[in-house]
């Protein structure tokens, strides 16, 4: 059962401008998201997260938004620079399962033009 | 370098055959965590460890997966009789858990990819 989705398998954006990546879960004790970058041979890097407790967080380029009550985050750059593209995976884990493992999303490929 | 490391990155192995992996997790930190993952997907949990207790292990983990952490340091991932279906990017992650931070994200290592032929 996939608990996690990102339903855009890509995304072509101009350089300078926003990306926007959206992610989905169906799991209610979800309370804490996680956003990670993957270059081809390297293991997944971590971006940004965020807990339930917050709507929006922010880290230089980078902001989640979580919208709770339509179990929907989404990340956004501002603005795309080419060293972005990559695969972006958003990530979901519960107090219940003591955050112990993350639920990954299928992944979404930026490719960020010049 | 002190990030996660995985030995081998590649391995190639016949069907029926056993593998082991190896992932030396950042040093300070207390959990470990094996994934595994196929092309056009995310990491899949698999299961993980704090310090030398394994705390849980996912249905994918069949009887012929065992993972090991024996002295809460570095850890062990041995496939027994690979099947074809096995092949895949075996990812291992590590954090640190303490009582002040709940939440804390997983550094993951370069991976160590498997073709079972």
């Known amino acids: 059962d996939q608990q996690v989705k990102q339903n855009s398998p890509s995304l072509s954006v101009q350089e300078g401008r926003i990306s926007i990546l959206n992610c989905d879960y169906t799991?209610?004790?979800?309370?804490?998201f996680l956003w990670y970058k993957k270059y081809p041979a390297e293991g997944p890097t971590f971006l940004i997260s965020i807990s339930s407790i917050k709507d929006k967080n922010e880290d230089g380029r980078f902001t989640v938004f979580l919208n709770k009550s339509a179990k929907h985050l989404s990340l956004h750059i501002v603005p795309s620079q080419p060293g972005d593209s990559a695969v972006y995976f958003c990530a979901a884990s519960a107090a219940a399962d003591s955050w112990g493992k993350f639920q990954f999303g299928a992944g979404t490929q930026v490719v960020v033009t010049p | 370098d002190t990030g996660v490391s995985q030995d081998p990155r590649h391995k190639i192995t016949k069907r029926g055959q056993n593998v082991t992996f190896r992932c030396d997790p950042i040093?300070?930190?207390?959990?470990l965590y094996w994934y595994r993952q196929t092309l056009g997907q995310g990491p899949e949990f698999l299961t993980y460890f704090q310090n030398e207790a394994q705390l849980e292990k996912s249905r994918l983990l069949s009887d012929r997966f065992s993972a090991e952490r024996p002295k809460g340091s570095f850890s062990t991932l041995e496939i027994q009789r690979t099947e074809q279906g096995d092949s895949a990017m075996y990812l291992c992650?590590?954090?640190?858990?303490?009582?002040?931070?709940?939440?804390?994200?997983?550094?993951f290592g370069p991976g160590t990819r498997l073709t079972v032929l």
């Open positions: 040093s300070e930190h207390n959990r």
């Open positions: 799991n209610s004790m979800f309370d804490y």
């Open positions: 992650a590590s954090s640190l858990v303490t009582g002040l931070s709940s939440y804390n994200e997983q550094f």
